[in-house]
């Protein structure tokens, strides 16, 4: 069965510190995506990244970047310079293989709330 | 270009009632997936639907049940109201060929008394 651990519950920074979430996954398959999704207080989650178990590459998004290490099954997230407008809850996110052209359900963790305080 | 969207927003129901949620894909979207997302915890998968078939299903009982349309747009019921089915259910879309990037709407709020 596929878990994702999210440990920090809460995490509150002043604003233009960096922060990073941290996630945790597990899974038996050999072949998988991750992902992470925010979720503002008006609901909707969006998209950040997704990333396959081939792919171990760090990735830079402007102030965004995600350090991913399959030998610890951590993919973690990593804000730089936070701002105010970052405040959301943040969930990681795992799905198994993509087969048959279909998108594969989502394991996700139980989120990180991060306030970013001015 | 409107995303997914859901209705009702928010609604009150009681217990052992029924209710019917409602989700319009993305434009180009062919595939509709609902989430259940209890207060404090991440999303839970309830159900995926392609075709106009169920095509993936979690771990929810026969109350919760599912349609899609000609159109692709989905509908979510769920029968017999628990007080533990309050949730904001999300209603996500993808294309087959998306690889695998699920587009979400802002949720109907499900409170149960």
């Known amino acids: 069965a596929q878990k994702v651990t999210q440990a920090q519950t809460e995490i509150s920074v002043v604003e233009k510190e960096d922060v990073t979430l941290d996630c945790v996954y597990e899974?038996?398959?050999?072949?998988?995506?991750l992902f992470w999704y925010k979720q503002p207080p008006s609901g909707e989650l969006v998209f950040l990244i997704r990333?396959?178990?081939?792919?171990?590459q760090n990735e830079i998004s402007g102030r965004y970047s995600w350090n991913f290490q399959k030998s610890t099954s951590s993919f973690n997230f990593t804000i730089t310079a936070s701002q105010v407008v970052d405040s959301a809850v943040y969930f990681c996110?795992?799905?198994?293989?993509?087969?048959?052209?279909?998108?594969?359900?989502?394991?996700f963790g139980s989120g990180t709330q991060l306030t970013v305080l001015p | 270009d409107a995303g997914v969207t859901q209705s009702p927003t928010h609604l009150i129901k009681t217990r052992g009632q029924q209710v019917t949620l409602r989700c319009s894909p993305k434009?180009?979207?062919?595939?509709v997936s609902w989430y259940q997302q209890a207060l404090g915890q991440g999303p839970q998968f309830i159900f995926q639907y392609y075709e106009e078939e169920e095509r993936q299903r979690g771990n929810f009982p026969d109350r919760f049940s599912g349609h899609q349309f000609p159109n692709y747009s989905s509908e979510l019921n769920v029968n017999a109201l628990l007080l533990g089915d309050s949730a904001l259910y999300l209603c996500?879309?993808?294309?087959?060929?998306?690889?695998?990037?699920?587009?979400f709407g802002a949720g109907s709020r499900l409170t149960v008394l």
């Open positions: 996110a795992l799905s198994e293989e993509i087969s048959s052209g279909s998108a594969r359900q989502l394991t």
């Open positions: 899974t038996r398959d050999t072949t998988y995506y």
């Open positions: 996500a879309s993808s294309s087959r060929t998306g690889a695998n990037v699920l587009t």
């Open positions: 434009s180009g979207h062919d595939t």
């Open positions: 990333r396959n178990s081939f792919d171990e």
